[in-house]
């Protein structure tokens, strides 16, 4: 008897000692069973039962079933890079797996589940996944993650052991190395010192193949947890201090995206993000995503970014994790209007599984966001706009900040301008990333990138300093007058003593671009240009008629009494890069005699509202603005 009880108090003792290890150290638990990683079953059935009352919800898992059904006979993707990249394969690849294994998860139906290991298949047996850039070996990481962890009691044991290995063999080889405490001799692991988008989808990715198959080395999944521990936090300064994203609303949505599931992967396999969502800005973050978005639906694109933007799993997570009941209830909106979109048919949004686990439920009450922000940062911005929930409201966005971020344009003092439903002042956005030296030696002779196709003011021809930043020097939000002002003399180093941008929003109905140059460089003359893909009538050289889809804006130059309008096609120097179809410039151009000058430029939508027959406004040096 005594040896049994002997046995048992043993064994009580290790259990007591492995529980606590257990709640001082996650890690030490074992891993969860199968389906564990963001949607596990319990959380899988609720959805599904919430569906039955929420109409939005039943609307959401239709659509993702469509879009499965339709890739069904879709041939699955080749091994062809593009330039250096596997990544659009990559990006492909991952929509179908989460795609077709979530639809799997809400039917049962055998045919999804199919199709995704079709897909997985396939790129288990490619020779690598381009580890020379390693974004394309992260998304496929996460693609064979979630897919192996969702369809884990479908799939057979050699399935199994078939993409375990696949994950190993093209993604964890590399984690020892990247992870290593020394850091990483790999040059092709550079992402973990990294402090932008790369490092939060690179360390996503792998994150998740190492907790997929953490129940078979354990180890391994201690040490990636760790090195992401470290790693992560050096991009998450980018969201200090107010939240805004250095790369663009485009990039905050790749960059933000898998950080969002690096944080929800650890929270999902060890009920912790380890202070991870503590980085200062990342709790408002979500503001940023609200706020730059404007009244056209169009974002303001700085930097390499589109300016379309729509429903973001990652921005439905963040409103939910930090009690934003406004971005929350916007969250849903653009989920309700991507839903009435095509109602059939695959999705673009390789991440739109992820709806179903990170669901925007309708919020009991969201109060009203302020009109104007401020954000500051690496990128400072700041956004104006009439109202919200008015498609026909004025939205100004205004850049400053720094040109030296990760993505950057020369963008300093570059605005855009929605009203009546239009975008008028508008960001190009990128080029193509193929063309020779895109983010080399020749990045600056690009037209979309540098200053000369930007909202913005130049000194003859000379390019913003790519190393310099523009501060916000002011900014003031009040019921009738809101605005922003923009130092650009550090980026147009030696032009003039004094070099600043203001832009106002007048009764929430107009703005005042004011530029303001004292000091200038001889003989220089200063060029005001805003890009538009308008039609524009001067008639009248001092008053620009802009027209576009049934709208008019009238531009009125108040200042100085003899300048003029100009338009040209925005056309590159190069036949390589993008034409431009259909963009013109509307410029002012004027070289002041004593090396001081003023450009105030009235932008006025013509609706036939209280703005249209205003009268001009007095113009008071920016110094002045209150």
Partial sequence: MRPILLRLLLGLLVFSAASRAAESDPLARPPAPHPRLLLDDAALRAA?????????????????????????????????????????????????????SMAYRLTGDPRFAARALLEMRTVTNFVDWNPSHFLDVAELSLALALGYDWLHAA??????????SSLQRHALVFAREAYAPEGPKDKRLWFVKAHHNWNQVCNGGLLAAALALAEDDPELARLVVAGVRRSLPLAMTAYAPDGAYPEGPGYWGYGTSYNVVALALLESAYGTDFGLSAAPGFDRTAEYRLHIQGTSGLA???????????AQAEYTWLARRFGLATALAHSRSLLEAALAGERSGRVNDRLFALHAAWFPEAPAAAASAPLDRRFRGPAEIVTLRGAWNDPRAVFVGLKGGSNAVNHSHLDAGSFVLDAGGVRWAEDLGPDNYNLPAYFGAKRWTYYRLNNFSHNTLTPGDTLQDPKASAPVVAFASQPARAFGVVDLAPVYPGQADKLRRGVVLLDRRRVLVQDEAVGLRAGTPLVWRMVTGAAIDLADPRQA?????????RAKILAPADAVFAAAPATPPTAAENRNAGMSVLSVK????????????????????????????????LADWK
């Fill in 545 to 553: 008629v802009l027209k576009r889809d049934g709208r008019v804006l």
């Fill in 300 to 310: 303001f694109n700085h930097a390499d970014g589109g300016a379309r933007i729509g």
């Fill in 48 to 100: 599904v039962a919430a569906a039955q009352t929420d109409p939005l919800r039943a609307a959401l898992h239709r659509r993702i079933v469509a879009s499965a059904t339709a890739d069904l006979g879709t041939k699955p993707v080749e091994r062809i890079l593009v330039g250096p990249r596997l990544l659009d394969k990559s990006r492909t690849a991952l929509g179908r797996i989460l795609t077709a």
């Fill in 155 to 164: 799939l057979t044991p050699s399935e199994r052991s078939e993409i375990r």
């Fill in 590 to 621: 004027v070289t002041p005699g004593r090396g001081s000058a003023r450009i105030a430029v009235l932008l006025t939508p013509q609706d036939d509202g209280p703005a249209a027959g205003a009268a001009d406004p007095e113009l008071v040096a």
